[in-house]
């Protein structure tokens, strides 16, 4: 098995690798580059759906650097540098994660330098953004894929690398982690073993074992022993994931 990271080894480039859930949205981002600018943007949606990936340019991990001296040195010092082409594009990955008093020094760049950048945010949770970057900005919600389409790309990956695989096996992975696709390809790469994709059995795809035992008591009706098992395995801080990610699917 080949050492690179498949996340990273088919993370798309362009509009046309890019999974989007319907071509309505494929067709709004399109539109974005045949006409050579963008709006400020919001991009919302779950973990690993592919918000980062479409929006990249420049890469600011805005849930380490949250408070205000960030957006005071690093953002205000680029946007104040010359633009290259129409306009320089600043990244804003998890924004959610940036302090109500970062966002409102953000939102004084982003009426400063409205004519030379464009700002993009990524977050996880929407409503953890403030109103006036809510306003300044157009809204694009990622939604998850279709279970099937999902499916589909995992398997594309694994034909691409000459890996076997058993239906069942992968159907089961897909379902303990959708709708988180990137977690999904780092569980089926760590799961190969000999050509075959197996049933993880190391501490990294613990959880999506875990999980596809919860999975089987629920469907068999047998609640009691699925809240046990929850309980048996999961981190008090991990609950909350956990039933957010039973009521997706």
């Known amino acids: 098995m080949a050492k690179d990271l498949w996340v990273e080894t088919y993370r798309p480039t362009t509009v046309k690798e890019y999974v989007f859930k319907d071509n309505t949205q494929r ?19 779950s973990p690993g759906t592919g918000k980062t990936t479409i929006a990249k340019v420049l890469y600011i991990n805005a849930s380490r650097d949250n408070g205000v001296e960030m957006i005071r040195k690093k953002i205000t010092a680029f946007s104040e540098t010359m633009p290259w082409g129409a306009f320089k594009v600043i ?31 990524t977050c996880n949770y929407p409503n953890m953004i403030i109103p006036a970057l809510h306003s300044r900005c157009q809204g694009f919600h990622i939604d998850k894929l279709d279970q099937d389409d999902f499916t589909v ?8 690398n000459n890996v076997n695989f058993d239906i069942d096996t992968l159907d089961a992975m897909v379902r303990a982690n959708y709708p988180d ?49 929850i309980v048996s395995k999961a981190r008090a801080d991990e609950y909350n994931e956990i039933y957010t990610w039973l009521y997706r699917n």
Request: glycine letters at 6%; charged letters at 25%.
């Open 27 to 45: 067709k709004q981002v399109q539109n974005w580059i045949n006409d050579g600018g963008i709006p400020h943007l919001l991009f919302s949606g």
């Open 153 to 160: 790309r995992v398997a594309e990956i694994l034909a691409d």
């Open 91 to 121: 990244l804003l990955d998890e924004a959610d994660h940036i302090s109500p008093e970062g966002q409102a020094a953000l939102r004084g760049v982003m009426e400063q330098y409205h004519a030379s950048v464009r700002f993009i945010l």
């Open 181 to 229: 696709l990137r977690k999904t390809i780092n569980t089926v790469q760590m799961s190969i073993a000999d050509n075959l994709l197996q049933k993880p059995v190391d501490d990294s795809g613990a959880s999506a074992v875990w999980r596809m035992e919860m999975i089987d008591l629920f469907k068999a009706g047998d609640i009691k022993k699925a809240r046990q098992l």
